[in-house]
């Protein structure tokens, strides 16, 4: 993982030649293996901070419409040049050298004694702890710029904003309340056609040390013989296990790769694809996926542990995520094992642009995706008229 530090010169926005391998690359550097890492400074952090500050007695909530309306020119005027620069190009590479991850390490202080204790899941949330943090997350969106959108398929919307907690009742599962088995690597809601375009991942609380996983397409350089099977549209890909077994049948396939044919982009989840004997792939798709993932699965980076106040942000569809097994609320010291406040991380998603999606939105709410699986929408969610 490379690491590049603010100088004089990055206040400025000016492109170091770290930066410039972002938007252009060198030529002939080998595949990228793991997210440029960005340590924020500590003169960043605190303009981060102010800013978000005002926001929040200016417009009292990350989802004010006035303030999303907005949040572009909010994120430019606002966010230190140099975060904002290093953004908006990253919204806009996807040449070979773009892993598709940017980590930015310091981004913000968390103030543990106010955040209280870790609740027991996602549901008994206090998001009225967490509105300058959305307002932090939503700013990153902004600058690439995103907006901001929730999914029905996501806890019946929920926000734009979800605190993703570690739940005892769900510690086997592929989703991120589970903890105990590994969350094998996946491209958010690879079950929709209008996915997220971009992902936030802010780490108020990583007290077990727990890695976060990332791979990137770009990994494998460009397209091989076995990516070529995977542009044909003969992949099926239930929902995922927020669902019921009842609930995945519907029977519709697509490709895993699409876009640019040397350089694709990626729908994928190893979970769902590979390993839920339920998806009914046809042969030739199995045998497919089961090629694809024995080359992936050697190209998957952990060696990143995200600690309190640290952001990974992600295109997701480029970059696939995922974490390693452990178990909530105890660390590892010395071999010991010490009991600590349980994990707490906030995601946000966003979409590039609002008309593309426009045909799977309430009528009222173009931030709010009805999309159920592969186009279909639900049927017994807000009123679509």
Same mark, same amino acid.
């Given at each position: 993982?490379?690491?590049?530090?603010?100088?004089?010169?990055?206040?400025?926005?000016?492109?170091?030649?770290?930066?410039?391998?972002?938007?252009?690359?060198?030529?002939?550097?080998?595949?990228?293996?793991?997210?440029?890492?960005?340590?924020?400074?500590?003169?960043?952090?605190?303009?981060?901070?102010?800013?978000?500050?005002?926001?929040?007695?200016?417009?009292?909530?990350?989802?004010?419409?006035?303030? &999303?309306? !907005? =949040?572009?020119?909010? @994120?430019?005027?606002?966010? *230190?040049?140099?975060?904002?620069?290093?953004?908006?190009?990253? #919204?806009?590479?996807?040449?070979?050298?773009?892993?598709?991850?940017?980590?930015f390490?310091?981004?913000?202080?968390?103030?543990?004694?106010?955040?209280?204790?870790?609740?027991?899941?996602?549901?008994?949330?206090?998001y009225?702890?967490?509105?300058?943090?959305?307002? &932090?997350? !939503? =700013?990153?969106?902004? @600058?690439?710029?995103?907006? *901001?959108?929730?999914?029905?398929?996501?806890r019946?919307?929920? #926000?734009l904003?979800?605190?993703?907690?570690?739940?005892?009742?769900?510690?086997?599962?592929?989703?991120?309340?589970?903890?105990?088995?590994?969350?094998?690597?996946?491209?958010?809601?690879?079950?929709?056609?209008?996915?997220?375009?971009?992902?936030?991942?802010?780490?108020?609380?990583n007290?077990?040390?727990?890695?976060?996983?990332?791979?990137?397409?770009?990994?494998?350089?460009?397209?091989?013989?076995?990516?070529?099977?995977?542009?044909?549209?003969?992949?099926?890909?239930?929902?995922?296990?927020n669902?019921?077994?009842?609930?995945?049948?519907?029977?519709?396939?697509?490709?895993?790769?699409?876009?640019?044919?040397?350089?694709?982009?990626?729908?994928?989840?190893?979970?769902?694809?590979?390993?839920?004997?339920?998806?009914?792939?046809?042969?030739e798709?199995?045998?497919?996926?089961?090629?694809?993932?024995?080359?992936?699965?050697?190209?998957?980076?952990?060696?990143?542990?995200?600690?309190?106040?640290?952001?990974?942000?992600?295109?997701?569809?480029?970059?696939?995520?995922?974490?390693?097994?452990?178990?909530?609320?105890?660390?590892?010291?010395?071999?010991?094992m010490?009991?600590?406040?349980?994990?707490?991380?906030?995601?946000?998603?966003?979409?590039?642009?609002?008309i593309?999606?426009?045909?799977?939105?309430?009528?009222?709410?173009?931030?709010?995706?009805m999309?159920?699986?592969?186009g279909?929408?639900?049927?017994?969610?807000?009123?679509?008229?």
């Amino acid at each position: 993982m490379e690491t590049i530090t603010a100088s004089a010169r990055q206040q400025a926005a000016i492109p170091t030649q770290a930066d410039r391998q972002l938007i252009t690359g060198p030529g002939a550097q080998p595949p990228p293996m793991g997210p440029l890492i960005i340590d924020v400074t500590p003169r960043e952090r605190t303009a981060i901070s102010n800013v978000a500050n005002i926001l929040s007695k200016a417009f009292g909530h990350y989802e004010h419409p006035d303030y &999303i309306s !907005s =949040l572009h020119l909010n @994120a430019f005027q606002l966010l *230190p040049e140099r975060i904002a620069g290093l953004l908006s190009r990253f #919204g806009a590479d996807f040449s070979r050298n773009q892993y598709g991850a940017l980590v930015f390490r310091g981004l913000t202080d968390v103030d543990q004694d106010a955040l209280g204790p870790t609740p027991p899941s996602w549901k008994e949330t206090d998001y009225s702890k967490l509105i300058k943090y959305g307002f &932090i997350c !939503s =700013l990153l969106h902004g @600058a690439i710029p995103s907006k *901001p959108v929730q999914y029905y398929a996501q806890r019946k919307g929920g #926000g734009l904003l979800h605190a993703v907690i570690p739940d005892e009742k769900m510690n086997y599962t592929q989703t991120g309340s589970g903890s105990r088995t590994d969350l094998f690597v996946h491209t958010e809601d690879a079950f929709l056609f209008n996915q997220a375009d971009f992902l936030s991942f802010l780490f108020l609380r990583n007290e077990e040390r727990v890695p976060s996983t990332l791979y990137s397409i770009r990994s494998h350089g460009d397209t091989n013989e076995i990516m070529e099977e995977l542009f044909k549209p003969i992949y099926k890909c239930p929902k995922d296990a927020n669902y019921s077994d009842e609930e995945n049948t519907e029977d519709v396939t697509t490709s895993v790769l699409y876009g640019n044919r040397k350089r694709p982009f990626i729908r994928f989840d190893a979970a769902e694809q590979i390993f839920n004997e339920k998806a009914g792939q046809s042969p030739e798709a199995m045998h497919n996926l089961v090629r694809f993932w024995e080359e992936a699965k050697k190209l998957i980076n952990n060696s990143f542990i995200p600690e309190s106040g640290d952001l990974i942000f992600v295109n997701n569809h480029l970059c696939a995520h995922g974490r390693n097994s452990f178990i909530a609320g105890y660390r590892n010291d010395n071999g010991q094992m010490v009991k600590c406040e349980r994990r707490l991380m906030l995601r946000m998603m966003s979409k590039t642009s609002l008309i593309n999606i426009r045909s799977v939105t309430q009528t009222d709410d173009p931030y709010f995706i009805m999309e159920e699986h592969y186009g279909k929408l639900f049927n017994n969610g807000p009123s679509q008229q």
